[in-house]
Structures are given as structure tokens and as C-alpha cells.
């Protein structure tokens, strides 16, 4: 059964969402103590992928796992989950909510219920831990009266109860999750698909608009952009882009080739199914067809037999 | 011997540039009434080619030329030639500049001799007639005392004599001749060559912009443009774009399939090279190598070796 890891403790949203992510082949589930940790264990073999928080995520930092997924060997996704910030109150069964006088979770989780405690736990004191889940685990050993923890964490400590169930305070936060192996064969397109790059260019006057403009000029939706600057090299910076497509779509193709021409270095980042299944509507002049038409017109220019 | 029309009558600066575009083989120059018709004898194929004005001519309208070559079946430019616009003053040998009371030519000729006129004729009467080799025509015929033509009409009435040569209000005015034929073989690239093309786009804001971002990304400098209303099509034109590049390099190539993507429609009008043999200085990332670079990379990630 092949090993997948994942950003430990158990009991995460990384957990839940490595679940998933992994939901259609038997695979053990590793946990690891850091980002990096896991994708070192991809790139030499000892699991087969990691699965790790990419964007808006609640207990890992995300450009830690942008820094370790480019600053060694390639890798490359191959499928993303996105998964709703939501949380559960847990503590022990003989514990109601007007009896909570401790609080604990990681920063960012507290963060993120912040109205839902001024509302219901105005009183409680409130402690910063490594993770959620290892809130969860220091109330079931008695430390604190409750955690705020992912739902999955329950599974890891039955003797605790949810006191309430989907708290955020912002209703459509999420966090997206991506799993990552070794490049091989890529996932098949399915017409709704994300494209994931990291493009190092210099630092000047119009080279990020040229760049966007390869993007839009075929017709190309970006959905996610953010700069990261190289480390040792003043003056360059590492774009992270996420665009609608699969690498083996003419116009997604054509513009990464472009992209390549153009940047000091490109490193293709995956080409997977998005999580919401929603199909990019491709512009007349862009669609498959269209590429296709193109080249064959041009074909025969080339040759003279047209003009 | 191959017939190649041109835009008449004999001794105009447009057979000038015929025998410059047909120096290097053997032909017979056929003059036309007009452009549409010397265009017309390339397409029945009563002729191997035409030379024609595009730019700046003096002689012939430069649209009517845009209008001829695009209105009907395809032709292509396999050649060009740049003359420069400086006229001989011809006179019978016993006429001096001081004895000349009548001066004839083509209105454009007499516009750009204006200067010179109201310095060295300030008295003399001036005579629109159809074109500078008619003036000379009626010079030889004793109608008028002077003709403001192109040097080449000297050879066809061996009678007269250029009193001035080389007049020209504006050194470096220049006329620029094709030689157009059906559809064939194109000219080989030689690493300064000229494509020409007209693309038919809607009246949208920003397609115009679009059409020229896909040039300028693939590094592709632009020499002319020129846009006309397409007939009966209200809200439509045409833009006729010269370029640097050869459609068989690859920036030029995947440029145009771009514009075959975009626009409604996209004429091609022919590669040749430039006649001043200026070779384009092309960018690092749109040389024929980094193209084939990218392509490689491109195929290397799509086949999930490279990431």
C-alpha cells in the first residue's frame, strides 16, 4: 500500500484533506512535521506523494510550502481538494459551552472563529498551540476545556464531543490542498482543469504585464497570483500562477512556451482537475479547434499553397 | 520570356522599379492602364507578376494598389524595391531653363517639386497631365517647354534632354514597388526579409490593441499600418500590417496563426526580402533557437519528463 504524507499532527485539516485527495487508491496516511519534511520524502521515494495546504490555509504557512516545492527538485500536482474552514468545538462530554473557562487552538484557527468567541465565549481565556489538532489532543489530556479543531480530529479522540459543529466566522473561507509526487505522466485534461507554474523574471519596467499579457492574449484565466522574491538573486522574483487549463491545451501550451521565451526560468507546477469542476468557457479564437485551424492554415502559407 | 505587367505608361517611375524587380531574370514589361488591371493579368494569368506602388508613390494611388490586391484572388509579394522620388527636368536640347514658359507632370510629381518650381520657374505655367511619362510624351510632342519626370522616361524619348536631375523638394522621399504573383513557392528567408498581410476585425475596443500585442510580444517590429473601412460591411476594416520576419521563422509564424485566431479574417501578401537588407536584431526570447527551446521544454512537460 503505497505511502502518502502529509503536514501532522493527525487530526488536521491537512489530514481531512489528504483523505480525500487520496480517495480513490488504498494509501497510508504519514504524517510529517513540517512541509518540507514531506516533499523531502516524495522527492527520495520514501512515500509516493505528500498532500499539503497551497492557498488561504489555517494551520500551515502556504509560502513555506511554495518555497519547498521549488527550491529543490521538480515536483509537480496532480490533484487538488479545497476544503472549507470550518470548525468543531470539542471537549470532554461533561463540559457545556457556559463551562469553558480555556480556549486553545493554533493562531490562525483562532483567527478565524475570533466573532464566533467574542459571541458565545466572550469570558474564556484563550492559548495558542502548534495545531488544531494538537489543541484537540491537549483537551482530551485535560489541559484545557476546549478546542477548536478540524472535524477529522474527533476520529483521533472519540472520548471528546462536538459542543458545536461548523463555526467560521466567514461563512465561504476555505483552504485549498494539492497532491504532490515526482513528475511523471500527467493527469488526463478533463475541460476543467488548473495549471499551477512558478516563473522567475527580472525586475523590470513592463516584464509581469508582457507576461499576464501572454496569459490573456490566449485567452487564459488567471485565477491566482503571487510573488514570492528569489532568494541570493536582488532584483528577481518568483511569480506563483495558477491558470485555467491543462498543459496539453494548445492555448495553455502555447502560452507556456511563451512564458519560457520570456522568463529567466518557468517550472511547471501540475496540471490537475479543479476541486470545483467548474468548465472555463474558452473564448472563439482560443478553443481547440481554433489552434488546430490556425495551424493548418498557416501550413499552407508556409508551403505557398495559400494565402 | 516571362511577361510581367506594370503600372504604365512606359518611362513612369513604376517601370523603373519593374526592371529593378525583374532584374535578375529575363522578362518582357507589359504597362497597364491601371492597377486593377495590371492586377488582373497576374490572376488570369496573362502575365507571370506586376509591379505595383504600396507606399508614398507618386504616380498611382497607394489604396487603389491595397484595394486590388486584396478584393480579389489571392497574390503574394515575392519582392520589393525602394526608389528614390527625385525627378529630371526634360526639355528639348535647345530649350534652357530660362526659356521654359510651360512645365507638365503628374499632380503628386508637381506637389513634390514645389519648392524647387518657385525657385528656379517662378514664372513658368504648370500643367496637371496623367502621368510624369505623358508629360514627357507631350514635351517630345512639342505641347509643353518642360516635363517633371522620372529619370527612366529619358530612355524613351532619346530626344530630349534633362536640364536638372535629381530634384526633389524632400531628400529622402522614397517610393516603395512590389512584384506580386498567384499563390507558389515562397522566397527563401534570408534573415531580412518583410510579410505583409491584411486582417479584417470588428469595430471593438481593444481588438485593435490585442492584434497589436501579439506582434509585439513575439518581439516582432511593425514598419506599417493602414487601415481601410471593408466595403458594405459597416463596422469592419482592414488593416494592412508589414512586419519583420519571414512567415517561415517562428515568431512571424505563430504570430500569425495568433491573428488567424483573432481576427475575422487574415490575408497573407507575401515574405520577401527587405530592399535594404537591414536584418532585424531579434530578442533573446523570440529567436528561432529559443522558440525551438521552448517547444522542446513544452513536449518534455507535457510527456511528464520535465517539470
Redo the contacts between chains.
Keep these: 500500500m503505497p505511502e502518502i504524507a502529509y503536514l501532522g499532527p493527525p487530526g488536521t485539516f491537512t489530514e481531512q484533506a489528504t483523505r480525500l485527495l487520496t480517495a480513490d487508491f488504498d494509501a497510508e496516511l504519514v504524517p510529517s512535521d513540517t512541509v518540507p519534511v514531506a516533499l523531502a520524502a516524495v522527492r527520495s521515494g520514501d512515500v509516493l506523494a505528500a498532500g499539503v495546504p497551497v492557498e488561504n490555509s489555517v494551520e500551515g504557512s502556504v509560502p513555506a510550502t511554495l518555497d519547498a516545492l521549488t527550491d529543490d527538485d ?3 500536482a496532480v490533484k487538488e481538494v479545497v476544503i472549507p474552514v470550518q470548525f468543531d468545538v470539542l471537549a470532554h462530554p461533561d463540559v457545556d459551552l457556559d463551562r469553558v473557562e480555556t480556549v486553545a487552538s493554533h493562531p490562525h484557527a483562532l483567527a478565524q472563529v475570533r466573532g464566533w468567541m467574542t459571541e458565545n465565549l466572550p469570558k474564556a481565556d484563550v492559548r495558542a498551540v502548534s495545531s488544531t489538532a494538537a489543541a484537540a489532543a491537549a483537551v482530551a489530556a485535560g489541559e484545557f476545556d476546549a478546542a477548536i479543531s478540524a472535524p477529522v480530529a474527533l476520529e483521533h479522540y472519540p472520548e471528546l464531543r462536538a459542543l458545536e459543529t461548523g463555526v467560521a466566522d466567514v461563512r465561504d473561507a476555505a483552504t485549498r490542498f494539492l497532491l504532490v509526487r515526482k ?4 493527469p488526463e485534461p478533463t475541460g476543467a482543469d488548473r495549471t499551477s507554474i512558478c516563473a522567475v523574471i527580472s525586475h523590470e519596467v513592463g516584464t509581469l504585464a ?1 507576461m499576464l ?2 496569459l490573456s ?2 485567452g487564459i484565466n488567471l485565477s491566482r497570483i503571487e510573488s514570492r522574491p528569489v532568494k541570493h538573486s536582488f532584483g528577481h522574483y518568483r511569480f506563483y500562477l495558477d491558470f485555467d487549463g491543462h ?2 491545451d494548445a492555448r495553455v ?2 502560452a ?3 512564458l ?3 522568463c529567466d526560468s ?5 496540471s490537475y482537475p479543479k476541486a470545483d469542476r467548474a468548465v472555463a468557457s474558452v473564448r472563439p ?2 478553443s481547440e479547434q ?2 488546430r ?3 493548418e ?2 501550413a499552407a ?2 508551403a ?4
Tied chains: 1, 2.
Design positions: 521538480p515536483l509537480v513528475p511523471g505522466a500527467l508582457d499579457a501572454e492574449l490566449r498543459v496539453a501550451g502555447e507556456m512556451a511563451a519560457r521565451r520570456r518557468v517550472r511547471f507546477l501540475g479564437g482560443s481554433a489552434f485551424n490556425a495551424a492554415w498557416l502559407v508556409r505557398g499553397r495559400l494565402a
